[in-house]
T-cell receptor, first 114, second 113 residues
Framework: DQQVKQNSPSLSVQEGRISILNCDYT??????FLWYKKYPAEGPTFLIS?????DKNEDGRFTVFLNKSAKHLSLHIVPSQPGDSAVYFC?????????????FGAGTQVVVTP | DAGITQSPRHKVTETGTPVTLRCHQT?????MYWYRQDPGHGLRLIHY???????DKGEVSDGYSVSRSKTEDFLLTLESATSSQTSVYFC????????????FGEGSRLTVL
């Protein structure tokens, strides 16, 4: 049973607009959350992370919001650029069970159109 | 970019044959992982290593074994490949045992006919 869910398999957005990617989780022990970006024929690359002691983390055009009570996080990309077209994976891990044993969502394919 | 090399990058094999995938790192990181990526599942952890000759099972370890005789190499073996093991396999490394950023290799696409 997947503990991290990305219910939108795809998202199309116009260049310059905001992209909002959503992620839900079921395990209340998750304490650390990450987003990875993946281009075709490449490995995933780390994008941004947030720990449960925060509700927001920002890095340039990327902001992650965490709502622990709702077990929900979202990634905002503003403004979206054509180079942002990729698959985005949400991942989570409990702080007491680390070793990089991340639980990944199924991914959301983002397409940024001109 | 983290120095991670996976080989082979592509392989087609037949059911029942053994297959070994290799992950080689030049970062001297202590922790290494094997994940598989499948549509609808994202990435799932197969096995991981926290040091030379120290390995443990991940979420989907059945049918796979690993070995790590040197810091830089982590091998994933399918003793008898099955069609359900057709997937893209990613090796990852990290410098810390605590939850944090993983650096992934470019992947090895395996097709079992």
């Amino acid at each position: 049973d997947q503990q991290v869910k990305q219910n939108s398999p795809s998202l199309s957005v116009q260049e310059g607009r905001i992209s909002i990617l959503n992620c839900d989780y079921t395990n209340s022990m998750f304490d650390y959350f990450l987003w990875y970006k993946k281009y075709p024929a490449e490995g995933p690359t780390f994008l941004i992370s947030i720990s449960s002691i925060k509700d927001k983390n920002e890095d340039g055009r990327f902001t992650v919001f965490l709502n622990k009570s709702a077990k929900h996080l979202s990634l905002h990309i503003v403004p979206s650029q054509p180079g942002d077209s990729a698959v985005y994976f949400c991942a989570a891990s409990p702080s007491t069970d680390s070793w990089g044993k991340l639980q990944f969502g199924a991914g959301t394919q983002v397409v940024v159109t001109p | 970019d983290a120095g991670i090399t996976q080989s082979p990058r592509h392989k087609v094999t037949e059911t029942g044959t053994p297959v070994t995938l290799r992950c080689h790192q030049t970062e001297n990181h202590r922790y290494m992982y094997w994940y598989r990526q499948d549509p609808g599942h994202g990435l799932r952890l197969i096995h991981y290593s926290y040091g030379v000759k120290d390995t443990d099972k991940g979420e989907v370890s059945d049918g796979y074994s690993v070995s790590r005789s040197k810091t830089e190499d982590f091998l994933l073996t399918l003793e008898s490949a099955t069609s359900s093991q057709t997937s893209v396999y990613f090796c990852a490394i990290s410098s810390s045992g605590s939850t944090g950023e993983l650096f992934f290799g470019e992947g090895s696409r395996l097709t079992v006919l």
